[in-house]
Each structure stands twice: as structure tokens, then as C-alpha cells.
């Protein structure tokens, strides 16, 4: 079992910040690999960032260059550095792990990130 506490979402004007961070509990075999995922309204869940245990990371196309996902395996935490920010990037974002092959996966609950005027 796996659970996670999320937070840094919020309501930001567009070209602002904000940072989110996840904290995971349980077995570090299923965080393997960890990331952010939104769901934007009208739109499919999307991944947006993800990073390994030993730091490979990638990210969503539209995010380069804005977004920044780092990790600390002692703590179990990921966070996702968020600049730039516009309107598109609207949605509850949430927290998510796997299993070093991928079979187990787990999701947090989100947090909800507003980009707004």
C-alpha cells in the first residue's frame, strides 16, 4: 500500500508560480518511478512530469522549459517547480508512483491548480 499528501496548489495569475509537493508513505519498491499528472477540465488526464529513482526525468512538451520535477528518496518526496504559468495549465494535479516494471501504480488524491486573471 502506498498513500500520499500533496499540496502547494492554488490560485496564481498567468506567468506566476507555485510548487507542489508530494510526500509518499510506504514501500519505496512501488516509488520507483513518481510523477505529476492533471486533469484539465474537458480534457483526458494528461501526464505532465516524471522522474526515476536514480533521476531521469521527463516531461510533457508543452511544460519544457517552465516545468522542473526533482525527487528526495530519503524522504520519499517529489515536487514539481511550476513557472510561467498559464491559463492551459488549469487542473488538479496529482501524485502518482510505479513499480520498477510498471505493473503497480498508485494516485494521490490531486491538488487543484488555478491559473487565472
Known amino acids: 500500500q502506498v498513500q500520499f499528501v500533496e499540496s502547494g496548489g492554488g490560485l496564481v495569475q498567468p506567468g506566476g508560480s507555485l510548487r507542489l509537493s508530494c510526500t509518499a508513505s510506504?514501500?519505496?519498491?512501488?516509488?520507483?518511478?513518481m510523477g505529476w499528472s492533471r486533469q484539465t477540465p474537458g480534457k483526458q488526464r494528461e501526464a505532465v512530469a516524471a522522474i526515476t529513482y536514480t533521476g531521469q526525468t521527463w516531461y510533457l512538451e508543452s511544460v519544457k522549459g517552465r516545468f522542473t520535477i526533482s525527487r528526495d528518496n530519503a524522504k520519499n518526496s517529489i515536487y514539481l517547480q511550476m513557472n510561467s504559468l498559464k491559463p492551459e495549465d488549469t487542473g488538479v494535479y496529482l501524485c502518482n508512483s510505479a513499480d520498477g516494471l510498471g505493473i503497480n501504480t498508485y494516485w494521490g488524491q490531486g491538488t487543484q491548480v488555478t491559473v487565472s486573471s
Open positions: 510506504g514501500d519505496s519498491a512501488s516509488l520507483y518511478g
